[in-house]
């Protein structure tokens, strides 16, 4: 095939998706490719390589941003009983998602490139795959229960292990071909597991994703910063502060996104999006988004944690599944900041200090995103949902996380 594969369509927006721009984004991925890296790049449980595999994974990254600019466009309509949309159609028109085909541990944004308005967001491949595989099995390998861990699946403990090293190595090779993910990509449909594959890949993905995306909505690059998140980041230093808010925002995109999802599958909304590619799983009542808005999570103090209620079981479909894309969207945060913790610690393994102060820029902003997501679950999501969704197992997940990043950079980073 061409190492010019045209550019990824968009499935909801055919009419709206600006051709030009969308070539200059094929063209960005082409002009950052690590010609090497290309030619070995397998797309995860597709069976393909090279530039038809990079081409595929760009279809598979315009799907989801599709999926991003209808559900926020959903949120609009429950807020104020009506949406704009020539604006989200013009949205769809000025941004485009191309993945790095290299192995660049950051994503970045190319504002009004070549001659093209707009905005052509540039996402790691590295960073989300790793991440997936830690969210896929982190919860499986680690099991715990009230305040400690209480059993390990040691056999799971290993494979990720291996994982984590595998793509360490791929690294430090310009190699994707020695990753050994414990996702298990290629399930067939009928399998238990293939849905949860789905969610976990897109849950990942569209954290990143938004993030960037939230960083054009909230015009940062314009310099106006128009925050939409709580107040208890206004005292940090700007570009702290902007990438903390894209953070926060991106949490509450994904998890939008996923319970849009949930709604519109049931409703039959989704236009292009077929049942099969939906990002989760369930059904629900008419007429409930159950969106969030980031600006009402206030402040949150996680030394006082108080007394933690029995969490309740979900009154109806709807809402089961609707915690679960709430959870999804947490872990998906959460193994971010874990993939990048790990990054660092191979960065200042390696002797690279520039590189580890750059990344730990990174790893700072987790603890800022904890609180918020926290005060998120325990206040208003449970108010939405009627069910806690919020208990001391999460916080031991936070400790699992932490102690996981340190057992890697123990254990596992010396045999890179």
């Given amino acids: 095939m061409s190492e010019a594969p045209g550019y990824a369509r968009s499935s909801l927006f055919r009419d709206d998706q600006n051709p ?58 429950s807020d104020n009983g009506t949406t704009d949309w020539p604006v989200t159609r013009r949205r769809a028109g000025l941004v485009e998602a191309v993945f790095l085909p290299s192995l660049a541990m950051e994503s970045r944004v190319f504002e009004n490139p070549g001659e093209q308005a707009g905005h052509v967001i540039a996402v790691s491949p590295l960073v989300c795959e790793l991440s997936a595989n830690i969210a896929w099995a982190l919860p499986l390998a680690y099991e715990y229960a009230g305040v400690g861990r209480v059993r390990e699946n040691q056999e799971l403990v290993e494979a990720l292990d ?24 290629g399930v067939p449909c009928s399998s238990p597991y293939s849905d949860t594959v789905r969610q976990v890949w897109r849950s990942n993905v569209r954290f990143t994703l938004c993030h960037e995306l939230s960083h054009i909505e909230m015009d940062h690059f314009g310099g106006l910063g128009r925050s939409r998140v709580p107040n208890f980041l206004s005292h940090l230093p700007d570009e702290i502060r902007r990438e903390a808010e894209a953070d926060c925002a991106a949490f509450t995109w994904n998890m939008n996104a996923a319970i849009w999802e ?13 049942a099969g590619d939906t990002g989760e799983d369930g059904q629900g009542d008419e007429g409930r988004d159950g969106h969030v808005d980031e600006a009402e999570a206030g402040d949150g103090n996680l030394g006082a944690q108080g007394p933690t209620p029995t969490p309740r079981a979900p009154a109806d479909p709807f809402t089961g599944a609707a915690v679960k894309a709430i959870l999804r969207a947490t872990e998906a945060s959460d193994c971010f900041y874990v ?6 610690e191979l960065a200042r393994h390696l002797g690279d200090e520039a590189k580890a102060r750059r990344l730990s820029q990174v790893t700072e902003r987790k603890q ?19 069910v806690h969704v919020w208990d001391l197992k999460d916080f031991t997940k936070w400790t699992v996380q932490d102690d996981f990043v340190a057992h890697i950079a123990e254990k596992v980073i010396p045999r890179v």
């Avoid at 090779?173 to 414990?182: F, G, I, N, Q, Y």
């Avoid at 519109?264 to 077929?274: N, Q, V």
């Fill in 339 to 344: 993939t990048m913790e790990i990054l660092t």
């Fill in 20 to 77: 030009a721009l969308a070539r200059e984004a094929a063209k960005r991925g082409r002009v950052f490719a690590d010609r090497e890296f290309v030619r070995r790049w397998i797309a995860p449980g597709s069976g393909l390589r090279g530039w038809e595999s990079y081409a595929q994974s760009n279809d598979m990254l315009r799907h989801i941003l599709d999926g991003v600019l209808i559900a926020r466009a959903a949120v609009e309509v």
């Fill in 368 to 386: 800022l995103v904890r609180k918020y997501v926290y005060r998120l679950r325990t206040e208003e999501l449970s108010e939405t949902y009627g």
């Fill in 262 to 274: 949930v709604n519109s599958h049931r409703r039959g909304r989704l236009g292009g999006l077929t």
């Fill in 162 to 185: 291996e994982c984590v090293l595998s793509y360490l190595r791929s690294t430090l090779h310009r190699d994707p071909t020695l990753t050994k993910s414990v996702i298990p990509h």
